[in-house]
């Protein structure tokens, strides 16, 4: 049996999950979701959540720090020998560690002395793990990406790139982990419940392949801007459960920004996304202030500030941190949504961290940074 839809509920603890399998899944980044607050009374009063879930695509509000995951064709887009990056995120946790994100990627340089001093070619491996439901369900992706920018005049100012990504996929559901909406009682969880499973595990496994473009351009070493559109799903990939299939929707990521000095020691960075899923979208917009503590240093510090806003949804304070070879950044989302009950306004912290290591020779790549 084929459908792109189907209902499963279960409890995680004190929090009912009714999940809405509309093309869920899969990797990064849209979770819409609706969340309906529910009385249930017995010797006291106990506060239960009814998820609907659809497009369920892991997201990190640093999306321009995780830079594999955002787009294909940003692998190798960094002026340096190689760059690793790593992100953290917990999402509401106050609703029972609802979802847990990290990924880490590791992205270099090829053949550089083999192509024209204004192109680049780059190769970039990723690892991610999404857990939803205190850990009960269980994402893991393992990719590879390679992307080649073409530059369009002869100092390498303006590239127009092309991405290309494949990525494994595993799920795992652990049901033993589960209590079910059928066991609910006045006195708890203490009914058996109707729902069976051939295994105390369920798994699906599955392809998946990405791709994405990227204009990249500036006019001086102190300003760039760039626009880019990736696709996930492309080949549309399914997941099987209990003797059903569903359908991954493509998803589709528009996102650009720059950065422009407002003096000697202050830059502003500007970015935004929106991406489109099924019948799910996302739409993020913001910048942070960049003030450079020794300008004419070889490696100058800098502290940002600044924040995001994704619509509809929370408001993304963030202060970042730049020394060496390493950018540090921060985020907390203060939700003010239909969720704020639930969530407490608080949509969870993510942490970030990329180490580039800086070029040992005289030929910069000009690369986007938010």
Not at 9 to 20: G, L
Request: net charge neutral; with cysteine.
């Amino acid at each position: 049996m084929t459908a792109t839809a189907s209902e499963y509920s279960f409890v995680n603890k004190s929090i009912i999950f009714h999940y809405h399998y509309s093309n869920i899944g899969g990797f990064p980044y849209i979770r819409n979701l609706m969340f309906t607050r529910k009385l249930v009374c017995a010797v006291c009063i106990c506060v239960s959540l009814s998820v609907t879930v659809s497009a369920q695509d892991p997201h990190f509000s640093q999306f321009f720090a995780s830079p594999l995951t955002l787009n294909p064709a940003l692998t190798g887009k960094f002026s340096g020998t190689y760059r690793v990056a790593g992100n953290y995120r917990n999402q509401w946790p106050e609703i029972s560690n609802a979802y847990t994100t990290a990924t880490a990627s590791f992205d270099f340089h090829i053949m550089q002395d083999r192509i024209a001093s204004n192109d680049t070619w780059g190769v970039g491996f990723m690892g991610y793990n999404d857990k939803s439901s205190n850990g009960a369900v269980n994402f893991n992706y393992a990719g590879i990406s390679m992307a080649y920018h073409k530059g369009l005049d002869e100092e390498g100012f303006q590239q127009l790139g092309a991405g290309f990504q494949v990525t494994y996929a595993n799920m795992l559901i652990n049901t033993t982990n589960l209590n079910f909406a059928d066991q609910l009682t006045t006195a708890g969880f203490t009914n058996v419940t109707s729902e069976v499973f051939d295994n105390s595990t369920l798994k699906t496994k599955y392809i998946d392949v990405n791709a994405g473009v990227l204009y990249n351009g500036s006019t001086s070493d102190r300003n760039n801007f760039y626009l880019g559109i990736s696709m996930y799903h492309l080949n549309r990939p399914q997941q099987q459960f209990t003797g059903a299939t569903f359908a991954l929707q493509p998803r589709t990521t528009i996102h650009g920004g720059g950065y422009f000095p407002l003096g000697t020691n202050s830059t502003i960075h500007i970015s935004a996304l929106h991406m489109m899923q099924g019948g799910a979208s996302q739409t993020v917009i913001g910048g942070a202030l960049q003030l450079i503590a020794d300008p004419e240093a070889e490696k100058p510090s800098s502290f940002y500030f600044g924040s995001w806003i994704r619509f509809n949804d929370a408001i993304i304070p963030y202060v970042g941190l730049e020394f060496g070879d390493f950018r540090l950044g921060a985020t907390y989302d203060y939700n003010y949504s239909s969720l704020k009950t639930a969530s407490q306004n608080r949509g969870g912290i993510e942490l970030s961290l990329i180490y580039t290591r800086k070029p040992t020779t005289e030929r910069p790549v000009n690369c986007p940074k938010f």
